[in-house]
């Protein structure tokens, strides 16, 4: 994970490579975060803010009768996760260059979304929370993932305020300090 040189906003794609960095999987490994999630093998997914596709791959294996959309404001940045994932012979996957702040999606399009070192870099946190709100089905999941290392990361308690407001209700959290995943539903 990145240290530091980029203040809030996106993360420049020129420094994706350590997003793929092996020692992560120490963090949290995609696996880990696949397990987290627990979808149903035909669940339509929206992965904001998916980088180079670190976490993609696990997550769109779990799913084979699904799709994952994979929506990022950076075009680079998709288009290292496209060849990542082609590569990799994953092809339930749908590719978006997009905000978050502004999803191109459908009301209740979805049934789980989640972030991985993401919520932090939106201008507006809770707004984006509510966007995604809005493009999940009644009931679907939201998973928000935070890691140490990244400048942007926000607290747990933070989170769970932002994803009260945005009118989530919590369901479970798994780990704790700066690296953290919290699953909560519409
Ligand atoms: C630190 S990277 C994390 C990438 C990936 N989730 C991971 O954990 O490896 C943050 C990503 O969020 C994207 N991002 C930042 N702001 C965004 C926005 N407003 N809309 C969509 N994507 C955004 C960045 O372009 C970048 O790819």
Redesign the pocket.
């Known amino acids: ?2 240290t530091s040189q980029h203040a809030r ?3 420049p ?1 020129t ?2 490579r350590h ?2 960095h092996p020692l ?1 999987g120490l963090i949290l490994s995609p696996g880990a975060l696949a397990r987290r999630l627990d979808l149903p093998e035909d669940a339509q997914v929206l ?10 791959v696990a997550i769109a294996r779990t799913i084979p009768q699904g799709t994952l959309w994979l ?4 075009a680079e ?2 288009a290292m996760a496209r060849e990542r994932l082609e590569r990799l012979g994953v092809a339930n996957v749908r590719y978006l260059q ?4 502004q999803l191109p999606m459908e009301d209740g399009s979805f049934d789980a979304a989640f ?4 919520l932090g ?3 507006d946190p809770e707004r ?1 929370l509510e966007e995604i709100h809005r493009v999940l089905k009644p009931s679907g999941l939201l998973s928000v ?1 935070e ?1 140490a290392g ?1 400048p ?1 990361a926000l607290a747990l308690p933070q989170v769970e305020k932002l994803l009260r407001r945005a009118g989530f209700r919590v369901e479970r959290t798994f780990g704790r300090g700066l690296s953290f995943t919290v699953n909560a539903r519409r």
């Not at 904001?48 to 993609?56: A, E, M, R």
């Not at 997009?98 to 702040?101: E, F, I, L, R």
């Open positions: 994970m990145p906003g996106p993360m794609h420094r994706a997003l793929l992560r992965e904001v803010g998916p980088g180079p596709g670190y976490f993609s929506l990022d404001i950076q940045m998709l997009g905000d978050a702040m972030l991985a070192a993401v870099e939106l201008p984006g993932t890691q990244d942007d």
